[in-house]
């Protein structure tokens, strides 16, 4: 498997193709794409072209989110915004967890005020899977070639430390890998295991983009193992009510 | 980034030196082995190598283990050795989560039925942390290279569906890198970002040896972020009280 920095794309803002901004530096790269390469794209900027990104000075916070942000040390204003991402709140204790609209658990409902404009914050795409079968659809009209596509996000977990990548859409491949009925080594047949290549590869794909300026906001990923195919992500979510980890 | 994947590495069974028979594969597939290069190693291996595998014939559970097993459907024998390696049970429905004695948090303590003859099974090593400075002492005394080594395993997750790698032990690399400080894209400092690259790296590596019968028991990894350094598996580990997740 083979990993590759998408580095020098300009700063992204409304309406720009990221389809088109990712090809274009393949190109200055000299990377040529092949069918079943997987591309990987932060989250930000796929935000940041489709305009989900909210300048706070234009939010009026309420009584509510005033005090979440007092008992948080936050801006009251991102708390509002990320409150209006919320479906449910899963913990308010120094940080906000909650549970989004698309069914995602993590910090702050992927409300990010890194890497956009100071005064500014990113939401997360209304509908990711709909971004990443937009970016995958450009790259097939301009290059003839059959991707896979994950919407990544960065994000703190249960019993873990450290933030680590996570897909928030997918297009051209499916979420869940089942290998049950796979022989291991001895011949005997997997009686559990279905993976998550989408989670696997962003998480990767975070590692080598960063989180600071290293400007990297999307990666090509070639020789992965997934199986192209159609899906969606809430596919890999796991339904409260099944959560054997709670 | 480049992931190798370490194959054709024979059956291990007890003593054998699991850091010589990943530099024979290195040396069948002539790759050479550089600084700063990441070697990721299944449990599976690691834990034959060391000893940690149960005969299931010689076990005799428990009236605890016996009733645990009927509730979730297991081996009664197989749930012993999982009840040996827990430290608190988290949940028992369908399957049973424990923390281990590590202080990991997934099922079945890490007890492994795949990938081990048939009638045996696996625990997890019983430090994975000197497990991996073994591997990376002999790497170093062979070839004078100062690598990392990670062990890893396959999970599932809270909130998430499917399984991917996480780290479960470390050498010659910090385990949480503290990114606080650095600047965005816009010059403003991060606040939060504290990344996990074992997790990140474990979860790739994971992808790529495959689950069933590929034989690919470790990955090389060339061109990884992380930080060079000491540190123990343990700093990766959420505390229950401060998890917010929770």
């Known amino acids: 498997m083979e990993i ?53 000075t234009s939010i009026e916070p309420s009584s509510r989110s005033k005090r979440i942000a007092d008992e948080i040390g936050e801006d009251p204003r991102k708390v509002e915004v990320i409150l209006n991402q919320t479906e449910e709140i899963v913990r308010v204790k120094h940080v906000l967890i909650s549970r989004t609209h698309h069914g995602f658990v993590c910090a702050d409902a992927g409300v990010d005020s890194s890497n956009v404009e100071a005064g500014k914050v990113t939401k997360l795409p209304e509908n990711p899977d709909v971004s990443a079968k937009k970016i995958r659809k450009r790259i097939k009209e301009k290059t003839g070639k059959e991707v896979a596509v994950i919407i990544s996000d960065s994000w703190g977990r249960p019993f ?50 960063g989180e600071a300026n290293e400007r990297v906001p999307a990666v090509l990923i070639k020789g992965a193992t997934y199986e192209p195919g159609e899906g969606c992500i809430s596919e890999l979510i796991r339904s409260k009510e099944k959560d054997l980890f709670r």
């Open 4 to 56: 590759f920095p998408l580095s020098e794309i300009p700063l992204v803002g409304l309406g720009d193709d990221v389809g088109e901004l990712l090809l274009e530096s393949c190109e200055r790269q000299r990377i040529e794409l092949e069918d079943g390469d997987v591309v990987v794209v932060a989250q930000s900027i796929v935000s940041k072209a489709e305009g989900n990104v909210m300048d706070l």
């Open 160 to 209: 873990r430390l450290g933030a680590v990548g996570f897909a928030v859409g997918v297009s051209g491949m499916k979420p869940l890998m089942d290998l049950r009925g796979r022989k291991d080594i001895y011949g005997v047949p997997l009686e559990t295991t279905i993976i998550a290549p989408p989670d696997s590869l962003a998480a990767v794909a975070s590692l080598e983009m």
